[in-house]
């Protein structure tokens, strides 16, 4: 990699991605580390995709490494204000800060995309690597537990002044 080139970039989710996406989220590391703590089902995946590409209220993103896939970063716009962050890499590309270029990334581009005022990640309270990443990318302890599920910390990350 030459210097100054980053070492993760994402590109918009397409229909292409589809079974890709059920691979990864079905991966056993990543069931563990969920919300849902369950793989789920080809059709059930299948329909979640279509909404997941048609929806304006949620935008997807694939994780590349030099043009490799090596995850997804997506947004959820939960009110007019905020939006909730999901992301995840596959096992073998964790703990080379590259999770947290994909945030900050993913924030930079909602922020673009979407005018709203911060972004909130709910993670596990037994995923103190996630809470490391999210901590790493400038997200902070917020109050906005109303939009996690019940044993998750709430973090957020604020629209900067004169942020684009």
């Known amino acids: 990699m030459s210097s100054g080139e980053p070492a993760i970039s994402l590109r918009p989710v397409t229909a292409a991605d ?3 996406i059920l691979c990864w989220r079905n991966d056993p590391y990543i069931v563990a580390k969920g919300s849902s703590h369950r793989e ?3 059709e059930e995946h299948r329909m979640w995709f279509e ?3 048609r929806a ?3 935008k997807m993103f694939i994780v590349l490494n030099q043009d490799n ?3 997804q970063v997506r947004f959820d716009r939960e009110r007019e204000t905020d939006c909730v962050i999901s992301v995840y890499l596959l096992r073998h590309f964790t703990g080379k800060g590259w999770g947290v270029e994909a945030i900050r990334v993913g924030c930079n581009l909602i922020f673009q995309a979407w005018d709203v005022e911060r972004v909130i990640a709910c993670v ?4 103190p690597t996630g809470l490391s990443a999210f901590c790493k990318a400038g997200f902070q302890q917020t109050d906005a537990a109303q ?3 019940p044993k998750h910390s709430s973090l957020a990350f604020l629209r900067k002044s004169g942020a684009a």
């Open 69 to 71: 896939p090596i995850g």
């Open 18 to 20: 589809r079974d890709t």
């Open 147 to 149: 939009a996690c599920p």
């Open 124 to 127: 596990r309270l037994d995923n």
């Open 40 to 42: 789920v089902q080809a």
């Open 51 to 53: 909404e997941t590409i």
């Open 56 to 58: 304006e209220r949620r």
